[in-house]
Every structure is written in C-alpha cells, then in structure tokens.
C-alpha cells in the first residue's frame, strides 16, 4: 500500500514564501508522475503543478506559475512545492497526489494515490 504524507503547510502572511513536501513510502517501485492540488473551502479540488517520474516536465496552473516550483527527490521519494509572494487567495488545503501514469500531466480523475492533506492560510 502506498502511503503519501504532506507537511509543511501554516500561516503566514501575504509575500511570505512556504515549502511543502510529500514523502511516498509503501511500494520500492514507484515510477508514477506527482502532483499537487489544492482546494479551498466551497470550492472544488484545483490543479496546482505536476512533475513527472523522472523529473524532466513539469506543468503549472496560471495560477501557480512564476511563484511556485515544484521538484521531487528520488533519492528521498520526495516531492516539494516551493512556494512564494503567497496571496491570501492561495489559502487552501494543499493535496499531494500521485498520477496514474509516470508523465507530468497529472489529472483529477486520473490519480492512483492520494495524501491527507496540509493546511495553507494566507493571511492580509
């Protein structure tokens, strides 16, 4: 069983910068491509970045790009969201998720393993 485990969510102010990372444990052969999402409260679960198995692509959401960076460590079965000049509107539970296959087009309806969820609150 796959297990993926956020940390590093908090609150911080508008501007500030917060890393997020997801280890995956359970399975010695994981080659799936990884992502973030993230869903704030009302609203449904969004598309925040993606990376695939072997690193080399990368996808962001508009909303994400120039002010996140997604990176994974295989050597730590690792994934991180470096993000940063945070908004109050990228308040929300942030969801590390591993896609079903290994590219980095990591979609909501195609996800094998999901993690519990870390808390982002961005304050004004």
């Known amino acids: 069983q796959v297990q993926l485990v956020e940390s590093g969510g908090g609150l911080v102010q508008a501007g500030d910068s917060l890393r997020l990372s997801c280890v995956v444990s359970g399975r010695t052969f994981f080659r799936n491509g990884m992502g973030w999402f993230r869903q704030a409260p009302g609203k449904e679960r969004e598309f925040v970045a993606a990376i695939s198995w072997s690193g080399a692509d990368i996808n962001y959401a508009d909303s994400a790009k120039g002010r996140f960076t997604i990176s994974r460590d295989k050597s730590k079965n690792t994934v991180y969201l470096q993000m940063s000049s945070l908004k109050p509107e990228d308040t929300a539970v942030y969801y590390c998720?591993?896609?079903?296959?290994?590219?980095?087009?990591?979609?909501?309806?195609?996800?094998?393993?999901w993690g519990q969820g870390t808390q982002v609150t961005v304050s004004s």
């Open positions: 998720a591993a896609g079903r296959g290994g590219s980095a087009v990591v979609v909501l309806d195609q996800i094998d393993y």
